[in-house]
């Protein structure tokens, strides 16, 4: 399948970023089999393209995702264990394993309803930013089924115990202002402007190193689960793969315009990367 031929995704490219939309709105962007299959293709092929250098994943027309859907995915697929594996595969593979460890930044832009297993993709993006009168719910137990795939796993990782027991337990909506508040996205903001702070968010991203800020994203992820003695050897050996990896030699750019030229201060701003904005063809 290619990104050409979508039906239930709509990619839009703009100056480096690009916008990746579940394309449901009729369905309020619930998630069906083809709509899985589309965004893992569409994720692989965006992260080997030159034109991309930020994915913001979010829903077209108002809402984020209405989650599962619950009659493509869930009911028809019953009594189908082969199209329910290949569904069910797709469905983790690009809300999971791809986002997770994505080459280049991502961040869940919330809008509308976020619902139930929609929390995948906004937990396994980088960065979150809602609307503040989003709605968020994890509606799981209000109908007899656990917050599944990953979903409780990576909430319990991503915001405290008693927020996720509260909320999974519950059950209930709650908006943009109170997910900032628990940490389950980096900020809230008023709808009408959540398309240009997301944009905001992502030019900052992209003034960085891309390979300095991939092994950034890829420590902090991987040091949760270790220990200090396995993070000290971790962190000094992804150290020295920096060093192969960062075309702009960011380090020693860094410090000779901070020694030398004095002509930034490292606190305040990245160092003058050649080419800021374009996308990483380096890899
Ligand atoms: N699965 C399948 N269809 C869904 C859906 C879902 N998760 N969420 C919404 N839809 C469908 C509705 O069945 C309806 O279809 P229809 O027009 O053919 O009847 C359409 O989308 C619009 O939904 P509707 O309920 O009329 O919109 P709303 O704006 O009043 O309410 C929600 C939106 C999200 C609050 C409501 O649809 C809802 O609670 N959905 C279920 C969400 C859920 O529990 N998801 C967890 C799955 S893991």
């Given at each position: 399948m290619s990104s050409e031929n979508l039906r239930s995704v709509k990619v839009e490219k703009e100056n480096g970023i690009t916008w990746v939309m579940l394309n449901r709105p009729e369905k309020r962007n619930a998630m069906s089999p083809q709509l899985h299959l589309e965004m893992d293709t569409t994720l692989a092929e965006l992260e080997t393209d030159p034109e991309t250098s930020v994915v913001v994943v979010t829903g077209a027309e108002g809402n984020f995702s209405a989650g599962?859907?619950?009659?493509?995915?869930?009911r028809e697929l019953e009594n189908d264990p082969a199209g329910r594996k290949r569904a069910a595969e797709a469905a983790n593979r690009w809300r999971w394993e791809r986002l997770y460890m994505y080459d280049k930044p991502t961040i869940a832009m919330v809008h509308g309803y976020c619902v139930g297993g929609a929390f995948m993709q906004l937990l396994a993006t980088d960065f979150a930013i809602a609307a503040e009168d989003a709605t968020f719910c994890l509606s799981e137990v209000n109908w007899g089924i656990l917050p599944g795939a990953l979903v409780s796993k990576a909430l319990v990782d991503t915001i405290l115990p008693r927020h996720a027991l509260y909320y999974a337990c519950l059950g209930v909506p709650f908006d943009g202002k109170e997910a900032a508040r628990i940490g389950l996205v980096n900020y809230a903001v008023p709808k009408a402007r959540l398309r240009e702070e997301t944009a905001a968010l992502a030019q900052k991203l992209m003034a960085k190193s891309p390979a300095v800020l991939r092994a950034t994203k890829q420590a902090i992820r991987s040091v949760r689960t270790m220990d200090f003695g396995q993070a000290y050897d971790y962190l000094a050996a992804k150290g020295q793969a920096i060093k192969v990896a960062d075309k702009e030699d960011s380090y020693h750019t860094g410090i000779r315009q901070f020694l030398d030229e004095k002509s930034y201060k490292p606190t305040y701003e990245p160092f003058r990367l050649k080419g800021a904005g374009k996308a990483d063809k380096t890899k």
């Open positions: 599962q859907d619950l009659k493509t995915f869930f």
